[in-house]
């Protein structure tokens, strides 16, 4: 079964450390995207990434990080520098970022920091 | 700016219709996505609309008008297990997905 994985589905961590959230797909989608989901507001881009090795900031990508090495991994770091990183983290792919194609998500992390 | 509106939440009765709307100010518009989001899940894909008018699948229709910057989400004959919520994200001229917040349904008995 083709899909996105994301793990774990919760995650505690103490302010101050950076954590990494894991992202996999098995879709060979080219295109792979990370969103913040807050209550009461819409979806935020991170961080996207269109092709291996490459990656383009979203509208609040500020105090994170990401990796693109691999077709199927697009690993996110949230660093100490991100001022409110309690959130839901949502992963998603498309077959291609430049053209117009329905966004495969993953389960989420949520993530709260203390 | 860009800009998408939807009503934060909704009640309607099992067995019936309910028309959920959406605004959007997008800079371009490259098409009209709707999804749904169980809490505390994934969204899912239920339609994209990138032409003016109706397009049904099933109990769901959705649709949209470029001149007006609206679209809606049509469901009948309501389940429970429609109790979600409802995103309407726009394609922009950069290819970029603008969602709204989402309108959460609730559906009573």
């Known amino acids: 079964d083709g899909g996105i994985t994301q793990s774990p589905k919760y995650l505690f961590r103490k302010e101050g450390q950076n954590v990494t959230l894991s992202c996999e797909q098995n879709?060979?989608?080219?295109?792979m995207y990370w969103y913040r989901q807050d209550p009461g507001q819409g979806l935020r881009l991170i961080y996207y990434?269109?092709?291996?090795?490459?990656?383009q900031k979203g509208d609040i990508a500020e105090g994170y990080s990401v990796s693109r090495e691999k077709k199927e991994s697009f690993p996110l770091t949230v660093t100490s520098a991100q001022k409110n990183p309690t959130a839901f983290y949502l992963c998603?792919?498309?077959?291609?970022?430049?053209?117009?194609?329905?966004?495969?998500f993953g389960p989420g992390t949520r993530l709260t920091v203390t | 700016g860009q800009n998408i509106d939807q009503p934060t939440e909704m009640t309607a009765t099992e067995g019936a219709i309910v028309q959920i709307n959406c605004t959007y100010q997008?800079?371009?518009?490259?098409?009209l996505f709707w999804y749904q989001q169980h809490a505390g899940e994934a969204p899912t894909f239920l339609s994209y609309?990138?032409l003016d008018g109706l397009e049904e699948k099933g109990r769901f229709s959705s649709f949209l008008s470029r001149s007006k910057g609206y679209s809606y989400l049509l469901l009948k004959e309501l389940q429970m297990k429609d109790s979600a919520s409802y995103l309407c994200?726009?394609?922009?001229?950069?290819?970029?997905?603008?969602w709204g917040a989402g309108t959460k349904l609730i559906i009573k008995p």
């Open positions: 998603a792919s498309s077959i291609q970022g430049d053209q117009i194609y329905e966004q495969y």
């Open positions: 879709l060979n989608h080219d295109a």
């Open positions: 990434s269109q092709i291996v090795n490459d990656f």
């Open positions: 997008t800079s371009g518009f490259n098409g």
């Open positions: 609309n990138v």
């Open positions: 994200a726009v394609t922009d001229s950069n290819y970029q997905l603008i």
